[in-house]
């Protein structure tokens, strides 16, 4: 990620969200063993770890498959198959006006439609450097591997189960990939009379700043906890250079975001492949 600050149409804006969101999971998963290769029409990310965060397909060219739609399918998921390994195939409607041909393949396929979140954005010169976190919230980078323990703890408590068969190895990888703080990604833990409340992570990519991963233990919610991991994220990204910031939300988080000046963007749908083990 350089400085360039950027001026971006909504197309451009909607492709810099795409591009950052599957830059943001190749980077979690860039470990020694992970590869990515681009074949017929599509990029494949595998992983040495068996779960979808680490193992996906992305970028797939519908134009170019369409005479075997169903063949280019089935050989894209052919490896995942043979290792028996979960994998996630991650779909940008507006950016392939044929998509519904290739998720009508990838349901025939056996594949389920995991999530549907909605693209939003903001313009990053309308967050307020002058704000700060309500009463006795704080907020950190995460700088060590300790840290990032109690992070994956706080994420495990609030997503209902898929963090908590992975802890140990995102704590592993991150320590893999270091804690500089001139990274492309960033990792941030709020704390609150004490104890780790909350947790983000900012994600530079295609010239545009990504939030991801904002949660906040049930306990704590409805106090603004939320808001301020993603407005912090926001000027750190503004800090390093970006006009634009991005993420993608769940139904649950998109009055949030609206409320801090988000509009919203076209959606990534994200399918998931679970073979039986």
């Given amino acids: 990620m350089n400085g360039t600050r950027l001026s971006l149409s909504e197309r451009q804006i909607d492709a810099a969200n795409a591009s950052n969101f599957i830059d943001f999971f190749t980077t979690l998963g860039d470990v020694p063993g ?17 779960h979808p965060f680490f193992n996906f397909v992305h ?16 050989r894209a998921l052919a490896p995942f198959r043979v290792r028996k390994c979960p994998m996630m195939w991650i779909v ?10 290739l998720m009508t393949c990838l349901a025939a396929a056996g594949l389920r439609l995991f999530a549907d ?8 010169a ?5 704000w700060t976190p309500p009463g006795d919230l704080s907020i ?3 700088a060590d591997g300790d840290t990032m323990r109690a992070w994956v703890d706080v994420q495990a408590r609030c997503d209902g189960g898929a963090h908590e068969r992975i802890k140990e190895v995102r704590v592993q990888y991150a320590s893999l990939r270091g804690f500089d703080r001139d990274d492309h990604q960033q990792t941030y833990l709020a704390w609150y009379q004490g ?3 909350g947790c983000s992570i900012l994600h530079l990519a295609a010239g545009v700043a990504g939030v991801y991963q904002v949660a906040t233990l ?14 912090h994220a926001m000027l750190e990204g503004k800090a390093r250079g970006c006009d634009v910031g991005v993420l993608h939300a769940t139904p649950a988080g998109k009055d949030l975001y609206r409320s801090i000046g988000f509009v919203e963007r076209p959606p990534v749908k994200l399918f998931l492949d679970l073979p039986a083990r």
Avoid: N, Q, W
């Fill in 59 to 74: 970028s797939f060219d519908t134009h170019a498959c369409s005479d075997d739609l169903a063949g280019a399918v089935d």
């Fill in 195 to 197: 104890k780790p409340v």
């Fill in 140 to 142: 950190k980078r995460v």
């Fill in 117 to 124: 979140y909605r693209g939003m954005a903001i313009d990053l």
């Fill in 92 to 101: 940008f409607p507006a950016l392939d006006p044929v998509s519904d041909r």
């Fill in 126 to 130: 309308a967050v307020s450097a002058g």
């Fill in 34 to 50: 992970a590869a990515t290769e681009t074949a017929d029409g599509f990029a494949r990310v595998t992983g040495p770890v068996p």
């Fill in 218 to 231: 049930p306990e704590t919610r409805h106090r603004g906890f939320g808001r301020a991991m993603t407005v």
